[in-house]
Structures are given as structure tokens and as C-alpha cells.
């Protein structure tokens, strides 16, 4: 399913200046986790915003893959219905998938970042698998403070573009043709893009840790 340029703006919030107050161990857990990760990226990355996406959108794809298979097979296992919840799992790791593909258009990673990506991809899907099969509300919240970190990321990104500190090179044709945007589009609209879709993400995945802290099956959009 294909994404537009306004993806993530018609939700109940903004794109940007949204953030989920810790309200329990289980939050702080997952922001504290997310605070690592951000910390990490801010050390090897710096202002490299092209090659921080490369890497970061290939572990922001792992969460709704592996948070759909495991939906999957909850519900075989309670022979009941997903409500679209599975659907939309996959499409938020396809959308991810396809920040990738425009990233490595615009910034070619280099040998020591690919090798960088597949180890981070190691790690961090065999972490997120467990913690979601265990924790499920838990892996929804990191999600969600992962994505605010994200929509973070790409305003920073987006203001050294019109400062004029980045380049703002014409958008990748993948871009164009994924996201609907004109063909003079550039970087600057293609970061907006991706962004706002981030920011659904957050939105949603919020929204899913939210229901399963109820006790409440979340609902896809999809249905």
C-alpha cells in the first residue's frame, strides 16, 4: 500500500512537539532504551542526517514485521480475528522499508555503515522479538518514543536544509513516484514526507500500548 506526501497529518496530533509522558516502569523502561539509541546515533552520526536514516530507518523497518508475525500467530493460536491490526503492522514496516530505499539514493552508505547496519539489525531484532513475545505493550511504547526521536530527527534535518547547511538535492524518483510528489520535487519535501509518516507511526504505535495497557485488542486502520 502506498504512502502519500500527507501521511501522519491527519491525525489527532501534530506532526511535531507531541511526546508520551512516562507514566510507569514500563515507559520508562522503553524511553531509557530509546534515550540510548538516540544517544548512540547522536555519536556516530553527528549532523550525517542522510547517513543516520540509511541506518536507523533499517531497524525502524524490524518493529512492525516482527510485531505482525507475532499478531499472526496469537491469533491462529486464539482462532480470532487481527481487526486489521496485523495489516497495519505490515504496511507501517513497509512504509519504513521505503524511507530506506529513498535514504540510500541520496546518501550512499559506506562499507563500515553497512557492515554497521547489519550488525544493529542483528542485535536489535533478536531484542525487539523477545521483548515483544513478552512484552508486547512495552515493544508498542519503544516504538512509539523511537518514532518521537525520529520526527525529532528529520526537523533537525529538515532546518539544515533551509539553512542551506545540506544541500537540498532533487528527490529520488522512488521518492516521487512512492510518496505522489511533483516531479520538482526535492530533498526538502521528501523529508516532510517521511516525517509526517513518522509521525503517524508514533501516533499509532502509542495508541496500541495504550489499548494493551486496557486490556483491550488494538484495532488496525485498515479494517
Not at 166 to 174: F, Y
Amino acid at each position: 500500500m502506498k504512502a502519500n506526501a500527507e501521511k501522519g497529518t491527519t491525525n489527532k496530533t501534530p506532526v511535531t512537539g507531541v511526546h508520551h509522558e512516562v507514566q510507569n516502569l514500563s515507559d520508562r523502561l522503553a524511553f531509557t532504551f530509546v534515550k540510548f539509541l538516540r544517544f548512540f546515533a547522536d555519536t556516530f552520526f553527528a549532523k550525517r542526517y542522510g547517513h543516520r536514516a540509511v541506518v536507523l530507518e533499517t531497524v525502524a523497518a524490524v518493529p512492525g514485521m516482527v510485531g505482525g508475525l507475532l499478531q499472526h500467530l496469537k491469533c491462529l493460536r486464539q482462532i480470532r480475528d487481527d481487526e486489521g491490526f496485523i495489516r497495519e503492522l505490515l504496511e507501517e514496516a513497509e512504509n519504513e522499508r521505503m524511507h530506506l530505499m529513498t535514504f540510500i539514493e541520496i546518501a550512499q552508505p559506506s562499507f563500515l555503515e553497512r557492515a554497521l547496519i547489519m550488525i544493529v539489525q542483528l542485535v536489535f531484532y533478536n531484542c525487539y522479538f523477545f521483548l515483544y513475545l513478552l512484552a508486547p505493550k512495552t515493544a508498542h511504547r519503544v516504538v512509539g518514543y523511537f518514532e518521537e526521536e525520529a520526527v525529532t530527527s528529520y526537523s533537525q534535518y529538515l532546518a539544515e536544509i533551509e539553512a542551506g547547511r545540506h544541500e537540498n538535492v532533487p528527490a529520488p524518483q522512488i521518492a516521487i513516484e512512492y510518496w505522489h510528489l511533483p516531479a520538482t520535487a526535492r530533498l526538502a519535501d521528501v523529508v516532510k514526507a517521511v516525517r509526517a509518516d513518522e509521525a503517524g507511526h508514533r501516533d499509532r504505535n502509542h495508541d496500541f500500548a495504550n489499548a494493551l495497557a486496557r486490556g483491550k485488542q488494538p484495532v488496525g486502520h485498515t479494517t
